[in-house]
């Protein structure tokens, strides 16, 4: 046994995130820990590194009582983590990221006239080659996509040569090929240097695969322990998590999607033309045209890294293009700043959410709010019916919620503005089945309220669902365009461009 | 790659010049500019003590001013009222403001960012308030005069060549150490403060570690100001010391680590040729200051460093 939790506890503001967990964790064992958004997991493994001192209980790393250590001395005992949101060192180059920490867990930081440059060289590049980011190791880590980072956040943990490392949610974010190579990648890994791995993960695919235990956690509580057959077998679980997305019946969609609005004479909402973008020097869009109807919802597609982000900061105004013309209800955008284009009516739900964690669930709504742009104009209280669980959490401040639930506050953040067209960039990200399920309902029923969307997914089964047409993007350049239900019927394109 | 190692030679090839110029100077100008070079130096080595805090480590502080008087006075009190060796009070001033600071940060760093900011400014005023206050043995408001100068650095000439290479060894060491594994801890702390503590670094002793070493070069420079000057009085060490560090960073580019250096050179020039004809150059300052903040954040290091590399991509 590497690591024992006894009866840890710890409550925030009265909630009770993690209540009386006790867990042993063998060494050698790959075991994952699944459960709803909010059910204490990424609390636990902060519990676990220090970052959060239990109210009450004991955790022991080989026999050691770590309670109450700091986080610096426990990651240096040989326990390693990576962070559910990235946590890099944005400016650093991606070399010096883990170059910082292969000297750190050595014990060389301290060393000060040796020149660094030339310490552990090998040893970085090894690592970084094993991470799959060799290629990539001058740029600043700020620049890296979304999954590159979380590679590169694997990477760092693995500098300090941990015996146990903690992984939360390290595939969110993921293509679904990138998602199984990385998961390989794993099991190797803790094969080849003999490390225990505990990870956090809502991607049932991984879970199952390459766990030797899971533990299914739930309001704060572990609920169930067992392999992987044990767990599915479980009615208990089923109910609380396993809505598997895979098996998503004909009827469900049906549910889902309300089907286009019918609208006499669609106008054009958005138009996007042949729109160049760059990030300092490199050429992230090419020629990229797009086109939004009213109320209609559209998706964007593709792996990790092709410019689906940079499509919509750049509509937005965030990444302004260089090229080409972005046409919002026929008047020229491009050129305008940010603040300017979303007055005009656009809202944009970025991927890191960044909601205000000081604020309650209500300020952070009543904060966004605007005058009616066009036809909108949303209350607080057609919102919390739409979010009933934002209603319960009305006077929670919004740092205390779960990655679902902040999710769901940033789109009704976002609305209260008072949009024409709503844009979301990866709405799924890091959510639980099921919460994928409820917020694409969400979706759904604002769809029936007649908004326009503009989404980017890389998790293409909602997507398709929901969406009336879909865009499937490529290294900057749009490869196929057409309705989800061909691309259905498409498996070619689907492996080719999706990973799927 | 070719273009790498052409740079570095270009690089390399600067600094030589520069350092042989500033050995030749005396023989091309008069005393009036030497001097005027000898207070960029020392400056320059404030400000590039002070910016291994800031620019390197991410953390501002508003105190400067408190190591450098730490520096200056401890220097000035030994050489007016003892007889110990000129070499001997010229150290104790450093190691005294790293030794004093090591009780001061160890209080700042408990704190970040607007904080951290206020401490250190807090810290200044009490140092600033004991060397005011303290007649018996710093000489309050009157100041300490008569600071003696050894035979063999009287003369603006020796004391300009002393200065250079205590510059020039300074400068090496701080570049040695931005370069270490200790100054990339450092840039790690700043850019991601709760993820370099999971790379097993206490990251508050890591902060107290460059605040120490920043006050030590905030000391040596103000050590060489007290031979320098000859007198040393509360108005070269008060809250307007402060600030000048601080602008220096900022003009000179705090990305850069000869940043600093610039805008020491650029904040005396500035300085000497507007007050020929205004006695409101701190206005004319102001406008400049304004002026950089908002076109040029990088400084005036940013700002070469981007038209060269505009450059290099031409070529």
Redesign the interface.
């Known amino acids: 046994m590497i690591f024992e939790a006894r009866h840890l506890s710890k409550a925030f503001g009265g909630i009770k995130a993690v209540d009386d967990v006790s867990l042993q964790i063998e060494e050698g064992e790959v075991s994952s820990i699944i459960g709803p958004n909010g059910a204490g997991k990424s609390t636990l493994f902060n519990l676990f590194?220090g970052?959060l001192r239990p109210d009450t209980g004991e955790l022991f790393y080989k026999d050691e009582n770590i309670t109450t250590l700091?986080?610096?001395?426990i990651?240096?005992m040989g326990i390693?983590?990576s962070?559910q949101r990235v946590?890099?060192?944005?400016?650093?180059s991606v070399f010096?990221n883990v170059?910082?920490?292969l000297?750190?867990?050595r014990g060389?930081?301290?060393?000060?006239?040796?020149?660094?440059?030339k310490?552990l060289v090998t040893e970085t590049r090894d690592l970084l080659d094993l991470v799959g980011l060799g290629d990539k190791e001058g740029s600043p880590a700020g620049f890296l996509s979304y999954g590159d980072q979380k590679r590169l956040e694997v990477g760092?943990a693995l500098?300090?040569a941990p015996e146990l490392l903690l992984l939360d949610e390290p595939t969110a974010g993921m293509s679904p090929e990138d998602t199984v190579n990385f998961t390989r990648f794993i099991q190797k890994l803790a094969k080849d240097r003999h490390l225990t791995v505990v990870f956090v993960e809502h991607d049932m695919k991984v879970v199952f695969t390459i766990s030797d235990k899971i533990r299914v956690m739930d309001h704060g509580a572990i609920i169930a322990t067992g392999t992987p057959e044990e767990i599915q077998a479980n009615k208990e679980v089923q109910r609380v998590y396993l809505a598997d997305a895979d098996k998503i019946s004909e009827e469900q969609v049906v549910s889902v999607s309300p089907g286009p609005v019918e609208v006499p004479e669609k106008a054009n909402i958005l138009d996007v033309k042949e729109i160049d973008t760059f990030y300092g020097?490199s050429h992230i869009l090419f020629k990229l045209s797009l086109k939004v109807d009213e109320g209609e919802v559209i998706s964007i597609l593709g792996r990790n890294g092709v410019g689906k982000t940079t499509t919509l900061k750049s509509i937005m105004g965030l990444t302004p293009p260089k090229r080409g013309s972005i046409k919002f209800l026929e008047k020229e955008i491009r050129g305008r700043k940010p603040f300017h284009i979303s007055r005009m009516g656009i809202g944009f739900v970025p991927e890191e959410r960044i909601i205000f964690p000081d604020l309650s669930v209500a300020e952070n709504l009543e904060i966004a709010r605007k005058p009616p742009t066009g036809e909108f104009n949303w209350t607080p209280q057609e919102i919390y019916q739409i979010f009933p669980v934002l209603s319960k959490r009305k006077n929670q401040k919004g740092g205390t919620l779960s990655g679902g639930e902040q999710q769901m506050l940033t789109i009704a953040r976002t609305l209260m503005g008072n949009p024409q067209l709503l844009l979301l960039d990866e709405p799924s990200e890091g959510l639980a089945p099921l919460v994928v399920k409820t917020v694409y309902e969400q979706l759904g029923i604002l769809k029936g309220h007649g908004m326009s969307i503009l989404l980017s997914e890389q998790n293409s089964t909602f997507a398709l669902i929901l969406s009336d047409r879909t865009y499937v993007l490529e290294k900057g350049h749009i490869c196929w365009e057409g309705e989800p239900r061909e691309l259905r019927e498409n498996p070619e394109i689907m492996k080719k461009y999706l990973g799927v | 790659m070719q273009t790498a190692e052409s740079h570095t030679l270009l690089v390399r090839i600067s600094i030589a010049a520069a350092v042989v110029t500033a050995f030749l100077l005396p023989l091309w100008l008069h005393a009036g500019w030497i001097s005027l070079i000898t207070e960029m130096l020392i400056l320059s080595i404030a400000a590039c003590g002070y910016n291994l805090m800031m620019g390197y480590g991410g953390m501002v502080s508003f105190g400067p001013a408190g190591q450098y008087a730490l520096g200056a006075y401890t220097t000035g009190v030994l050489l007016v009222k003892t007889n110990i060796p000129f070499a001997l009070a010229m150290t104790a001033g450093p190691v005294c403001a790293a030794l004093l600071s090591i009780v001061i940060g160890w209080f700042c760093v408990r704190r970040t960012e607007v904080y951290f900011s206020l401490l250190t400014l807090a810290f200044a005023q009490i140092v600033y308030t004991v060397i005011q206050k303290w007649y018996g043995f710093t000489g309050g408001d009157d100041g300490l005069v008569g600071i003696r100068v050894p035979e063999i650095l009287s003369g603006i000439d020796k004391y300009y060549f002393f200065t250079v290479l205590v510059a020039l060894f300074c400068l090496f060491?701080m570049w040695?150490?931005i370069?270490?594994?200790?100054?990339?801890?450092i840039?790690?702390i700043r850019?991601?403060p709760?993820?370099?503590?999971?790379?097993?670094?206490?990251?508050k002793r890591?902060q107290l570690?460059i605040f120490v070493t920043s006050a030590f070069f905030l000391g040596v420079a103000g050590s060489l100001y007290s031979g320098f000057n000859g007198s040393i009085f509360p108005a070269n060490i008060d809250v307007a010391k402060s600030t000048d560090i601080i602008v220096v960073c900022l003009m000179g580019g705090m990305h850069h680590f000869l940043g600093p250096v610039l805008g020491s050179i650029a904040y005396i020039l500035i300085n000497k040729i507007i007050a020929n004809y205004t006695q409101y150059w701190a206005l004319v300052l102001g406008i400049i200051i304004i002026g950089l903040v908002l076109y040029a954040q990088g400084g005036i290091a940013g700002f070469i460093s981007e038209r060269y590399s505009a450059l290099r991509?031409e070529a």
């Open positions: 590194t970052h700091p986080p610096y001395k990651s240096k390693g983590r962070f946590n890099v060192f944005p400016e650093l010096e170059q910082l920490s000297l750190s867990g060389l930081g301290s060393r000060l006239f040796q020149g660094a440059g310490m760092i500098g300090g020097l | 060491v040695k150490m370069n270490s594994p200790f100054g990339k801890m840039q790690g850019e991601n709760r993820r370099a503590e999971f790379i097993s670094l206490n990251v890591y570690g991509r």
